[in-house]
T-cell receptor, first 114, second 111 residues
Framework: EPEVTQTPSHQVTQMGQEVILRCVPI?????FYWYRQILGQKVEFLVS????????KSEIFDDQFSVERPDGSNFTLKIRSTKLEDSAMYFC????????????FGQGTRLTVV | QQPVQSPQAVILREGEDAVINCSSS?????VHWYRQKHGEAPIFLMI?????EQKGHDKISASFNEKKQQSSLYLTASQLSYSGTYFC????????????FGAGTTVTVRA
């Protein structure tokens, strides 16, 4: 069964450092998302990406964040100058699009900022 | 705008039933239900679309009342494997696939 793959599974970084979280969506999917889940809390939408550009972003997704799909397969989330409050599980999701389409989530990257 | 889920938590004995509700103040196009085990990714359970039928998978089923803008997830004859946090995700338009998630309902099934 096709799956969304995320790397690394766990990243520890020092405050102020930049991190890049990587995702390989399902190959024929067209819509890509990053979500964040702070420990014990709900899943929060960060950004959606379609046709090689951001289609929507939440208020969480400020200038500190950026996304790219550099080579047509990888989908990356870059967080510049990380803060303690960026510590969370980051999920990538992809979906094909169309009626009744479901979002497939990756296993997540646990980011710990120290 | 995020949907509101209730209850926040429920504890069941194996074989008991439970209902989880998800409601929105805005008109909905679809409701997606996911279950998440601790430290894992949300796993898709089912989608309910506006104008669609009630869905079911094994002993887990769901309904969608468009007029009330709410969905209910029914856990019937619960099994230990049903333990986890259940999230509903909603979207308002057919061409907008971004999901807004509720805060989740933690289900604990005990033997």
């Amino acid at each position: 069964e096709p799956e969304v793959t995320q790397t690394p599974s766990h990243q520890v970084t020092q405050m102020g450092q930049e991190v890049i979280l990587r995702c390989v969506p399902i190959s024929n999917h067209l819509y890509f998302y990053w979500y964040r889940q702070i420990l014990g809390q709900k899943v929060e939408f960060l950004v959606s990406f379609y046709n090689n550009e951001i289609s929507e972003k939440s208020e969480i997704f400020d200038d500190q964040f950026s996304v790219e799909r550099p080579d047509g397969s990888n989908f990356t989330l870059k967080i510049r100058s990380t803060k303690l409050e960026d510590s969370a599980m980051y999920f990538c999701a992809s979906l094909l699009g169309g009626l009744g389409t479901e979002a497939f989530f990756g296993q997540g990257t646990r980011l710990t900022v120290v | 705008q995020q949907p509101v889920q209730s209850p926040q938590a429920v504890i069941l004995r194996e074989g008991e039933d439970a209902v989880i509700n998800c409601s929105s103040s805005k008109a909905l196009y679809s409701v997606h239900w996911y279950r998440q085990k601790h430290g894992e990714a949300p796993i898709f359970l089912m989608i309910l679309l506006k104008g669609g039928e009630q869905k079911g998978h094994d002993k887990i089923s769901a309904s969608f009342n468009e007029k009330k803008q709410q969905s209910s997830l029914y856990l019937t004859a619960s099994q230990l494997s049903y333990s986890g946090t259940y999230f509903c995700g909603t979207n308002k338009r057919s061409n907008d696939y971004k999901l807004s998630f509720g805060a989740g309902t933690t289900v604990t099934v005990r033997a």
